[in-house]
């Protein structure tokens, strides 16, 4: 099964956002994105995910995708984006994902510039710096993608 609402997000400066938490999760930082979304020629930099407590702290750029426990995963084209400089930090937990998570997806990655993305783990060991897959739906398609100096 598959959702039928979509969001288009094209050539747009997506920055210096910041999305805060002291209970449970501090995420999309840049874009939280629930449904089935083609963004291309986005800069999505300089957004922070922080979480105070116990909260964690992921997807500092872009998080795209749906819960595992729905019962249709989306479809995600992330093509041509610069997505830098984020940052997920956790100051007593863990911080995941600073570039962007793509989660429960279909997803075609292509052409994106992941640079200096960043996460800082309070207590727990973090993940993802860069990019991240979760939970994927039926297939992923990978071309002409740059990493760099992630942390």
């Known amino acids: 099964m598959q959702s039928e609402d979509w969001v288009i997000l094209e050539n747009n400066v997506i ?23 083609i963004i291309i020629g986005n800069s999505i930099t300089h957004n922070t995910c922080r979480g105070f407590n116990q909260s964690t702290a992921s997807a500092a750029g872009i998080f795209c995708g749906t819960d595992p426990s729905w ?28 570039g962007a998570f793509l989660q429960h997806t279909t997803a075609l990655v ?3 510039y992941f640079a200096e993305n960043r996460i800082i783990s309070g207590f727990f060991s973090g993940g993802t710096a860069g990019l991240d897959c979760g939970f994927p739906g039926r297939e992923y398609g990978f071309g002409e993608y740059f990493f760099q100096e992630h942390q």
Do not use: H, P
């Open 15 to 37: 920055e210096q956002n910041t999305c805060i938490s002291d209970e449970s999760e501090a995420s999309g930082g840049g874009l939280s994105i629930w449904c089935n979304a």
């Open 110 to 112: 292509q052409g994106n």
């Open 71 to 98: 019962e249709y995963d989306a479809t995600v084209i992330l093509k041509n984006n610069d997505i830098s400089f984020n940052l997920a930090r956790s100051e007593a937990n863990t911080a995941m994902y600073g």
